[in-house]
């Protein structure tokens, strides 16, 4: 429910989330004159915070990074996107990976530094992080319920002081729950005005204001990250794509080729065992003797 009484009265979360944008608003402007940079994924978040974005009255563009992972679904649907909301004026880039000064994709970076998986997710900082907001005060989607982690965390500002001093916000009724993050390294500030949100909530304001979704979602797909992401169920996915897979086992040979220490210590004769062994999750979750460090995988 968007709408509902708690015993701190009622809470609407649409006005909260207006809130936390204007509340930042005159910063933005005075950082950049744009305003708010929006973070797109292609995600049902994302439609939320453009949407809230416009009802808020805030200055803003759009923003959305191509991993060259994405799915084409997504890339279809972004680039749909794109265009609606040019039509309505509103500033909206496609911008694509850089590594050292250079265009780069998914399957260049793997022949450099290996499989990405849940522990060495360089993907995400390359491909994403990297690409925009620097210097900016950008807007995410990112929600407490999406991961257990961030729901333990809680609110968390961190302070551009020069060290890693953090406030905590541990009550969930406090006025000043919406996150708001420093990166002191790209001096990049990211507020993020639905963390607090549950899936109910986001799906309920699609419905209330008749917002388009990544059609992915009525194919039955939670997440609509990279195309074979260690993060979701990546084997079935790769199998319904089959043109992703052969990528990945591509890079993965590329990548053996430039390390024969790699075939040495661990017995891949090419590729495609790799791949198999990436695929089926045996780099997933902890470290242990058998499995790729950061010095084999990050061969640059």
């Known amino acids: 429910m968007l709408v509902e009484n708690t015993l701190f009265g009622e809470l609407d979360r649409v006005q909260t989330a207006i809130s936390r944008l204007k509340l930042f608003n005159d910063m933005a402007v005075k950082n950049h004159p744009n305003g ?14 453009k949407q809230l974005a416009l009802l808020s ?21 972004v680039r749909q996107e794109q265009c609606r909301w040019q039509a309505m004026g509103i500033p909206y880039t496609i911008q694509y990976p850089m590594y050292k000064g250079k265009r780069t994709s998914m399957w260049e970076l793997i022949a450099l530094k290996g499989a990405p998986n849940k522990i060495m997710r360089w993907c995400c900082h390359i491909l994403k992080e990297q690409s925009a907001g620097a210097g900016r005060y950008t807007v995410t989607g ?30 969930d009724n406090d006025a000043r729950r919406c996150l708001l993050e420093h990166c002191m390294q790209k001096g990049q500030t990211v507020v993020n005005p639905i963390i607090d949100w549950r899936d109910s909530d ?20 939670r997440r609509v990250g990279c195309v074979g992401c260690p993060m979701g169920h990546h084997r079935e996915e790769l199998e319904e794509n089959p043109q992703y897979k052969m990528l990945y086992i591509h890079a993965f040979q590329r990548f053996l080729d430039r390390r024969p220490d790699v075939i040495q210590k661990y017995g891949w004769k090419n590729g495609e065992e790799l791949y198999e062994w990436w695929v089926n999750g045996k780099a997933l979750d ?5 499995q790729l460090s950061w010095d084999d995988m990050d061969g640059i």
């Open 36 to 49: 708010f940079l929006v973070l797109d994924s292609g995600g049902k978040d994302s439609d939320v915070i």
């Open 57 to 77: 009255g805030v200055r803003f563009e759009i923003v959305h990074c191509h991993t060259t992972a994405d799915h084409p679904v997504t890339v279809q649907y």
């Open 142 to 171: 990112v929600r407490w319920a999406e991961s257990i982690k961030r729901a333990r965390t809680r609110a968390a500002y961190e302070l551009p002081s020069g060290g890693r001093e953090r406030i905590k916000l541990n009550n």
């Open 202 to 221: 986001v799906w309920d304001f699609h419905t209330q204001y008749g917002l388009n979704h990544n059609p992915l979602y009525d194919k039955g797909y």
């Open 286 to 290: 902890r470290p242990d003797p058998d």
